[in-house]
């Protein structure tokens, strides 16, 4: 069985610039999560995905970042424009609804110059 | 509201050894979840353990191990006989519910090494 995917693995760009990742989750789960890891913390939620709706996005800067997951299956985080405390890696996960096991991709780690 | 406190930020450990690594928590809930994640230096987080608080035995997965002091929001787990493969950061986090509105909050995390 394939895990969650993630593309780019590391990203640098300077501050004002904009930056996209992509997840691909593990196939059949519905429930998908972006998270925010900063370095020397744990992670985050950003937001939280139910097919292609949203379920929880309280703590996602909503003035710079957003999400989608159109089709219910791949889903991008955007950040436009970054600042340097974005710097961070950026985790996906997914679940089968109701069950508790995440699986998580790699990581983006992001870079802001 | 919730939080998971790992006080430790680093620990090591000879191969071969056992180590505890501790959690607490704080919570007015009975009923919730805690686990144990590893993210070795590649970064892909995994679920070690979990426990589930209705339950006053405590968890085991082959090496893995913790103990649950419910009264005590204390949640540590012990690694039995390390390996060098055990070398990574290890996440305490809790959940309220298994329901899907319900987030894992997660703690800062300690950073395992195991020395040979």
């Known amino acids: 069985e394939a895990g969650v995917a993630q593309s780019p693995r590391y990203k640098i760009i300077e501050k004002r610039q904009s930056v996209a990742f992509w997840c691909n989750p593990i196939?059949?789960?519905?429930?998908l999560y972006w998270y925010q890891q900063i370095l020397g913390q744990g992670p985050k939620l950003l937001i939280q995905?139910?097919?292609?709706?949203?379920?929880?996005d309280s703590q996602l800067p909503k003035d710079r970042f957003s999400a989608e997951r159109l089709k219910g299956v791949d889903s991008t985080l955007k950040i436009q424009p970054a600042k340097l405390e974005d710097s961070a890696v950026y985790l996906c996960?997914?679940?089968?609804?109701?069950?508790?096991?995440?699986?998580f991709g790699p990581g983006t780690r992001l870079t802001v110059l | 509201a919730q939080t998971v406190t790992q006080s430790q930020p680093e620990m090591s450990v000879q191969e071969a050894e056992t180590v505890t690594l501790s959690c607490t928590y704080d919570?007015?809930?009975?009923?919730?979840?805690l686990f144990w994640y590893k993210q070795p230096p590649s970064r892909q987080m995994i679920l070690v353990i979990r426990?589930?608080?209705?339950?006053?035995q405590n968890a085991t997965e082959n090496r893995f191990s913790v103990n649950f002091q419910k009264a005590a929001k204390s949640f540590s787990l012990k690694i039995s006989d390390s390996q060098l493969g055990d070398a990574a950061m290890y996440f305490c986090?809790?959940?309220?519910?298994?329901?899907?509105?319900?987030?894992?909050?997660f703690g800062k995390g300690t950073r395992l090494h195991i020395l040979p």
């Open positions: 986090a809790y959940r309220r519910s298994m329901n899907r509105d319900d987030k894992i909050i």
């Open positions: 996960a997914s679940t089968l609804t109701r069950t508790d096991t995440q699986y």
């Open positions: 426990q589930e608080a209705y339950k006053q």
């Open positions: 995905f139910q097919n292609n709706g949203v379920v929880d």
């Open positions: 196939s059949g789960h519905a429930t």
């Open positions: 919570t007015s809930e009975s009923d919730y979840y």
